[in-house]
């Protein structure tokens, strides 16, 4: 026998809308801006999950061709939070744009890794136009209040490079200092440059092993990457 406060309770119960179902609503109303969700008293990992449904959704939708922009609290919530998306979201693009981790008028430069992620991020967003699968752009809120380039100077900075073109070294290695690579003898790591007679040698932000380019004159002749 159940008295009439429990059989109330078990009738709400009954009545109330499965959990995929009211997610499932959450996140149709979110997508489409139509109210906000609150998501409190959930397991680890459920916002990773909740941003690959959001993601999944707006690309159906063709609404942008971000999905989802998510700002962490911090660079240890953004390296967590696209680890658990590695699960629910493995064939999804998720982009990583972390903070600087220097300050303004610092001694110090940034670090090598950040400048990398950063530029990638950043590269990848300026030619970004109808993407084949949802991309989801993770941040922090000390990047969110930085300052960066215009979409219109990241994607006149892109060049691209193709074995048999026609291309002056010179004027390529001016560009690539004025976007910040560094001569060195040796490259070791991305943002820098080497040149030796007809050789070219530079580790781009966007890649994990740098590449050689082999010239002949203005002929591009090879392109392959080396381990430094």
């Known amino acids: 026998m159940f008295s009439g406060a429990e059989k109330q309770a078990k009738d709400e119960a009954k009545a109330a809308p499965a959990p995929s179902v009211r997610v499932s609503a959450g996140v149709g109303a979110?997508?489409?801006?139509?109210?906000?969700?609150?998501?409190?008293?959930?397991?680890e990992g459920f916002d990773a999950y909740l941003l690959a449904r959001m993601a999944a959704l707006a690309h159906k939708e063709g609404l942008a061709p971000v999905s989802v922009l998510h700002i962490t609290r911090d660079?240890?919530?953004?390296?967590?939070?696209?680890?658990?998306?590695?699960?629910f979201a493995p064939a999804m693009d998720v982009?990583?744009?972390?903070?600087?981790?220097?300050?303004?008028?610092?001694?110090?430069?940034?670090?090598?890794d950040i400048i990398s992620r950063r530029v990638t991020t950043l590269a990848q967003l300026a030619r970004l136009k109808t993407p084949k699968r949802p991309v989801i752009v993770?941040?922090?809120?000390?990047a969110a209040l930085q300052r960066v380039p215009p979409r219109e100077a990241m994607r006149h900075a892109l060049v691209k490079l193709a074995a048999g073109a026609q291309v002056d070294m010179v004027r390529l290695i001016k560009r690539l200092e004025a976007w910040g690579y560094r001569r060195t003898g040796t490259v070791?790591?991305?943002?820098?440059y080497a040149q030796r007679g007809g050789i070219l040698d530079l580790?781009?932000?966007?890649?994990?092993?740098?590449?050689?380019?082999?010239f002949f004159g203005d002929t591009l002749e090879t392109i392959r990457l080396f381990d430094p």
């Open 203 to 214: 580790f781009p932000p966007a890649n994990s092993r740098p590449a050689r380019l082999d």
């Open 188 to 192: 070791m790591e991305p943002g820098e």
């Open 95 to 112: 982009l990583s744009f972390p903070a600087w981790d220097t300050v303004p008028y610092d001694r110090v430069s940034p670090h090598a």
């Open 75 to 87: 660079d240890q919530r953004l390296a967590a939070l696209r680890e658990h998306l590695k699960f």
């Open 30 to 43: 979110l997508v489409a801006q139509e109210a906000s969700v609150a998501a409190c008293g959930v397991p």
């Open 138 to 142: 993770l941040s922090t809120v000390n």
